[in-house]
């Protein structure tokens, strides 16, 4: 059974770019967090997912970023006119049917110019 | 909204000796306690969790103690290693609608010295 894969590990953007970060949860998983970990800092919570539903945006910036769980594909969470302060790991995890144990994903970092 | 205090945010021991990891949460109604291991430029990997209804949990060196009434609750690890040098996180949640929103402490940096 594979862990939670996210893609791209590593991504540079410039300025005013866009950011696509992908995350494809365990199998049997319908539940997928996204966490936010800015260098030196524990990981804040962003969004929480199921299938074709956004069930808790409360940690995600209301600008710039989004995020989907479509029903066939990865999980992506989107930002727009990335800027420095977007510079960050983010990880995506994923739990089974019953939400308790969450399984990160190995993160991709991000890197704004 | 739910907080959840760490300490000490750094920790060095000499290889053999124990180290204890202590967090604090804020929401009574947490009742899910994770704790994560994250070696650097790694993933978060789960090492332990325990749950509200219990007050000891123990796997092999590493074991976690909850106290309720007070709100806390601690890592410990017994006979360290040099491998177990890493950035250990806690984190709190509670069901809500279904599923567990982590809220996560800012980590402690264990250094073990052979």
Redesign the interface.
Known sequence: NAG?MQNPRHLVRRRGQEARLRCSPMKGHS?V?W?RQLPE?????MV?LQKENI??ES?MPKERFSAEFPKEGPSILRIQQVVRGDSAAY?C?S?PTV?????????TRLTVL | GENVE?HPSTLSVQEGDSAVIKCTYSDSASN?F?W?KQELG?????II?IRSNVGEKKDQRIAVTLNKTAKHFSLHITETQPEDSAVY?CAASK?T???????????TRLAVHP
């Open positions: 939670v539940h967090y966490y800092e524990g990981l804040k919570f929480y069930i808790d940690g990880f995890a739990s939400p308790d144990t969450q399984y990160f994903g190995p993160g | 760490q899910y994770p994560y790694k993933r978060p990997q789960l969790d996180f069901r609608g279904g599923y567990n929103k982590l809220i996560f402490g800012a980590g």
